[in-house]
């Protein structure tokens, strides 16, 4: 069948599937599972009953929550706490709080009226038992054009609205490993507790300067900072709303310090538990995970993760579609900043003009570098708006916001599957899990039946993979790329002070320059003092909170299955023993990892991720590799909007796909940076220096359209990484955006665009 007769088909089937969900929506969607839908008189009388009951347990739940423990234990309150760090980090939205009540409530009103009865109910009556508790995953209101995506992700999938939504469930790719199959932390195989995980890391991780040794050749520090945008992109998961205390309770799980530790005084970590949400037909066990921001690489982020969120950041004075800013208060030239954000409670400010910036994901002022990404997506976005109000003066704000948030967040997804994941998962993986991006061709290859959420494994253990990569010290560098200094990590924590600009520089310039020369470091079990000792200390190098111990932690609380499980997933020979890990791990490492726990099978997830030895040709080892490759194909396949995506209303034009195409971080840079005069086409690629071979290819996006890379030596032959000036270059070419003018009259097919996917 020719290519265009199979797209037409598609085309067709995807309308009937539209048709078939408008004509139902009205019904399912808009109800609420009215008394219709419940199953007799017995069923609803019963349900009257239930929720006055549920009433009754919401007051006495909400008198209990002024009991919950509180203590100063060991920080003096004049100081910014770690643990309150860590709760703005993974700040609480209220709707998450609510849900989390939700499950409280059902499993008293379960233990009330016995597990039996409630099995019993009919689906709709169990949904509406959710939905009187607090929970209601129904979506009433999908937008009946879809040339936009919605900003909490929902209806971006005809058959299954919810997912990628923000505040659904994490999915799971292997069962919870839960004690009791419900909700307490697994135990070892022998029956025995698991070894608290601050040993753990004591056992396996060491802590190491992490600035020249262990540097991954070639790449540079910028994957490690985008890499925590995109986390911040598709996954945040939500913490009790409570002070804990060293007790265990349902909503704490502290991490006991031994009381030899090497470092800490203290007598525990205090650690709230992620909420638990009820799945979609509203059981609520075993336990589930609560992702509070959309999957969609959809740049929620800069965005925000609900229409009201959206417009709260949104400039709607000067009818340009842009987003809220403000000027930068040390500079006469220069770029706008980030708003101020006025209820961020634990910001060190520069001045009362400048605080940690607001956007649309919570955790933007964590570290400098972060915020510069921040704050560079935020004037990529008022750029291309204003450029668009120039070329459609008829469009209104609401048309200019929503066009140029397109364009960017295409710009976005194609960095991501141009540059960013190549060197992580090398060509091989890039292939295997369908990733490499095409020259020329739409894809035709959406599938409504790709579940694109994130899921609990990616965002409880694989992508924190990323904390290997975080360097002790951040270099700031002038316009010359000329060492200004070097800034200790944690200095930096929710630290304003550092985007101040000075004379002579501006201070996110010289952190955006230092993140594309700095080398990137490999993923191994050294981790940084910053992070394992220090993290979110006030003073900066007093005792703060250790990052793997609580990741770790985190993945108890998740209950996320032992290592072994996964190796088995990703068809990995399941370890018999622990000299079987030799496949992928170094005799040292197999060895701590056997001194650590008591069986091959008790092993964490977190820790023995980042214990593979990367293989050839790429940043990650084989079970990492597996974990990190199929959530970035369920995000590209599993999402409608995917900017590649030639089927329906929201396709690009082919004159606009072929723009998108030629848009490299580099060209990002130079048009949202005060001075940075030159720079290297690739910036996750360390610039070469001195002479180019001959042939050599000079333009990064002319040699990723012609050739898969890294080699297997992590090498791109051929090509050569040199310095260009930002203004003018072919090197890194422009984004035109004229095909986006109204009225533009697209390609032709002769030009090479009808190509299908594979052939
Ligand atoms: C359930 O809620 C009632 C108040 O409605 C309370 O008295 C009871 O102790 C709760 N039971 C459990 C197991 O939480
Ligand atoms: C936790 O303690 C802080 C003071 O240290 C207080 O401001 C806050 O309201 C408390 N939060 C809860 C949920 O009790
Ligand atoms: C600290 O105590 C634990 C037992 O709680 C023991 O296994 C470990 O070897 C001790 N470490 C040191 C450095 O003494
Ligand atoms: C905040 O940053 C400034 C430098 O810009 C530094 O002097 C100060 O110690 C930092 N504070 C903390 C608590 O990290």
Redesign the pocket.
Known sequence: MSSRKQANLLNERISLVCLVFLWISPVVFATNYGADLVKDDNERLFLRDVESHILETERWLHEQAGQDGTDGELFERSRRDPHDLLMQFGFTHMMSDRMANAVRVLKNVSSTYSERTLSELSGPAKRELCSAAGVDYTVSDCPSTSIYRTHNGACNNPLNVNWGKAFTPFVRQLPAAYADALDNPRLAKSGEALPPPR?VC?GTIKDAEKDHDNSADHWTLLSMHFGQFLDHDVDHSALENVNCTCEITPKCLPIMI?????FFTAHCFKFQRSVAVPDEDCNTSPRQQLNQITSFLDLSQVYGNSETQGKSLRDLSKGKGLLLSIDDPNSDVGHELLPNDEEHKDCIIASPQLKCGRTGDARAAEQPGLASLHTVLLRQHNRIAEKLSILNPGWNDEKLYQEARAVCIAMWQHIVYNEYLPPLLGSKNMAKHGLQVHPTSYLFGYDPHVNPSISNVFATAAFRMGHSQIPTTLLKLDRDYAEIEHVKLDETFFNATHLVTSPGHSGMDAFLRGMIVQKLLTIDLLLTAPITKHLFADPEDGQGLDLAALNIQRGRDHSIADYNAWRKYCKLPEAGSFDDLLDVMSEATVSVFRKTYESVNDIDLFPALIGETPERGQLVGATLACLIGEQFHRLKFGDRFWYENGLGEQAFKKAQLLEIRKVTMARVLCDTTNDVPTIQPYVFRVADTGTPPENAIKSFYTYSRENHFPGDAGDMPGFFNGRVSCQGDDNIPELNLEPWTEGYVDVTEDDGLDVPFGG
């Open positions: 040993l004591l031994p009381s030899n530790d090497s």
